[in-house]
């Protein structure tokens, strides 16, 4: 079966880290560009990351620039959200996705707040 199943969401402190996992099946994710979108109270779906299959380029908003690190496990099949210095505005769901053909995780919940 195709799919995408995230976990790690969580509530955290203002300041603090999580990591946000990304466990693939049915396809090899190596070669599959993925990201992370998230749906945050005040905004639309936004664009977080992106890393590109193949070579593994990464893309980030700004608003996550320098905090948020986007990764891959080729091994595990399972890509990786890692979240410092988080924010309250960085509450919201957060899902993975493969770009093409167009995956979407069932999406997992982040809470900053303290």
């Known amino acids: 079966q195709v799919q995408l199943v995230e976990s790690g969401g969580g509530l955290v402190q203002p300041g603090g880290s999580l990591r946000l996992s990304c466990a693939a099946s049915?396809?090899?994710?190596?070669?599959?560009?993925m990201s992370w979108y998230r749906q945050t109270p005040a905004k639309q779906r936004e664009l977080v990351a992106t890393i590109t299959g193949g070579g593994g380029t990464t893309n980030y908003a700004t608003s996550v620039k320098g905090r948020f690190t986007i990764s891959r496990d080729n091994a595990k099949n399972t890509v990786y959200l890692q979240m410092n210095s988080l924010k309250p505005e960085d509450t919201g769901v957060y899902y993975c996705?493969?770009?093409?053909?167009?995956?979407w995780g069932q999406g997992t919940q982040v809470v900053v707040s303290s």
């Open positions: 996705t493969r770009i093409y053909p167009n995956l």
């Open positions: 049915g396809f090899t994710l190596s070669t599959a560009t």
